[in-house]
């Protein structure tokens, strides 16, 4: 795994009622700090990224649909530089993925529904100068190929 990414396998409590999907806790070692929280839904075969955050480290958990995240790693004197990580997250694998600071990333819905991701920021968006960059995601750039992979 490129280096700073984390990963952590979701609990998923189901009862007569539904289900309950613990993500974050700060009392694990995945935990970083608290700066927000926000949904975001990606319609079916849109491609969402890349983003890059020079200070914000991103906690992503899909929980409707699913996703195929992907993290590059063009960090100058990363150990990791170069190297790219796909996870396929949603309830059918539930996954907590931590994304760190100055890693470029994105998603593709590859579910037939709209997919939701949540996203629990160690920073607080700043309207005025906000801690983002993009680039588009098939861009040459990132050696990276967004079509679907039939094995």
């Known amino acids: 795994m490129i280096d700073g990414v984390r990963t952590k396998v979701l609990k998923l409590i189901p009862d007569d009622r539904g289900w309950l999907l613990e993500m974050l806790r700060s009392d694990e070692p995945v935990y970083e700090k608290f700066g927000q929280v926000y949904a975001s839904a990606t ?30 790693d063009g960090r100058e004197g ?20 931590r994304v ?31 801690d983002e960059e993009r680039l588009d995601p098939y861009s040459a750039d990132i050696p990276y190929d967004w079509a679907r992979k039939d094995r």
């Open 78 to 97: 990363s150990p990791t530089r170069g190297q790219l990580d796909e996870f396929f997250i949603g309830i059918p694998n539930p996954l907590l993925v």
């Open 100 to 130: 760190p600071e100055g890693t470029h990333h994105g998603w593709k819905c590859i579910s037939p529904e709209t997919a939701v991701v949540i996203n629990c920021a160690t920073e607080v968006y700043d309207y005025q100068r906000p």
């Open 43 to 72: 319609y079916p075969g849109v491609v969402k990224g890349w983003h890059l955050h020079r200070k914000q480290v991103d906690y992503f958990v899909c929980v409707s649909g699913m996703v195929k995240l992907v993290i590059y």
